[in-house]
C-alpha cells in the first residue's frame, strides 16, 4: 500500500467567533481580579484605619456572622479559675468574643498570652472543634499592698505587682512601703504571722535603705527591727509585751537595732495633759 493510499487528514481552522469569545473571558477575569484586589486594598485599609470600628458597625459582626455560618463561631466557652478578674478582661486578652469567629484560633498561642499576664499564674485553653473553648487559669494570689511614693499596687508572694486590682478594694491586705518593700514582704509577713499579737496591731512596714524594717502599729508606736537578726528581734519586742506590756505603756518607739539592747522613748506629754497630771496630784494630796 502506498502513502497515496492514506486519507490526508486536513486541519481544521478555529473559527475566529471562538478566538474573540476567549479573549472577551480572559479580559473579563482579569478587570475582576483588578477590581476585587482594589476592593480588598480599600476595605484592608478602612479596617486598619479604625474606620469601621465604630459601636454597632455591620462591618465587625461580619466575621462572626461567616463563623457562624462555617460551624466555626464561638459558642459554647467555659471559663474556671476566676476570682478577682472579669471574664471579659481574659477574653479581650486573646482576642476573643462570645459569637466571634474562632477560624484562625490557636490555643497554645492564647495560652502564652494568658500566661504572660501578671495576675495569671498559669493557663490552660483547650478548643473542641468546632465552637467549643474551655479555659482554665489559675490566679496569683494577693499576698500585700505596696506603696511607692504616691503609688499603690497589690502585689503577690513573690513581690510582683498584679494590674487590674484596685489597693482601695483590698484594705485587709497589709500595707508594706518603701523600695525594695514588695520583694522582702513575704519573709517579715511570713515570720509576724507566728507573733499575731503584733501582726494584728501592724498599721503599715516600711523598709528603710532596702536594709531593714520599721513596724508602724495602730496605736502609734514605732518598732525599729535592726538589719541582721530581726527575727529574733521581733520575737523579744513579743516577749516584752506579753510579761510588760510595753506596747501599751504610752511610748513612741520601741528601738532593737542594736543586738541586745533595748531602747525605748516615752511619748510626749502635752502641756494640758500635764496640767491635769499636777491638779490630780494636789487632788490626791488634799
Request: charged share 20%; hydrophobic share 45%; no cysteine.
Given at each position: ?9 486536513e486541519r481544521r481552522r478555529r473559527p475566529s467567533w471562538m478566538d474573540k469569545g476567549q479573549s472577551l473571558r480572559v479580559r473579563f477575569a482579569a478587570r475582576a481580579s483588578a477590581v476585587l484586589f482594589l476592593a480588598g486594598v480599600m476595605l484592608s485599609g478602612l479596617i486598619k484605619g479604625g ?236
Open positions: 500500500m502506498s502513502d497515496d493510499d492514506f486519507p490526508v487528514l474606620y469601621l470600628e465604630y459601636e454597632g458597625s455591620p462591618w465587625m459582626l461580619l466575621p462572626g456572622k461567616a463563623a457562624g455560618l462555617a460551624g466555626m463561631a464561638a459558642e459554647d466557652i467555659t471559663i474556671t479559675g476566676l476570682s478577682h478578674h472579669e471574664p471579659e478582661t481574659l477574653l479581650a486578652a486573646i482576642g476573643v468574643a462570645p459569637g466571634g469567629s474562632l477560624i484562625g484560633f490557636d490555643a497554645i498561642q492564647a495560652r502564652n498570652i494568658l500566661e504572660n499576664l501578671d495576675w495569671v499564674e498559669r493557663a490552660k485553653v483547650q478548643r473542641v472543634f468546632p465552637n467549643q473553648l474551655a479555659i482554665e487559669v489559675k490566679e496569683r494570689e494577693p499576698f500585700a499592698v505596696w506603696q511607692r511614693g504616691q503609688a499603690y499596687y497589690v502585689i503577690d508572694k513573690s513581690g510582683a505587682a498584679m494590674s487590674g486590682l484596685a489597693a482601695a478594694e483590698l484594705v485587709r491586705l497589709p500595707l508594706v512601703t518603701g523600695e525594695g518593700a514588695n520583694s522582702a514582704a513575704a519573709d517579715l509577713i511570713n515570720q509576724l504571722s507566728a507573733y499575731p499579737d503584733i501582726l494584728l496591731q501592724m498599721k503599715a512596714a516600711a523598709r528603710v535603705g532596702q536594709r531593714r524594717w520599721n513596724l508602724y502599729l495602730d496605736s502609734g508606736i514605732t518598732v525599729q527591727l535592726p538589719e541582721q537578726g530581726w527575727q529574733e528581734a521581733i520575737g523579744m519586742a513579743d516577749e516584752l509585751n506579753r510579761t510588760q506590756r510595753i506596747l501599751s505603756r504610752g511610748i513612741r518607739s520601741l528601738d532593737l537595732r542594736l543586738a541586745g539592747r533595748v531602747s525605748v522613748e516615752v511619748a510626749q506629754i502635752e502641756p494640758a495633759e500635764a496640767a491635769d497630771g499636777d491638779k490630780k496630784k494636789v487632788a490626791g494630796g488634799n
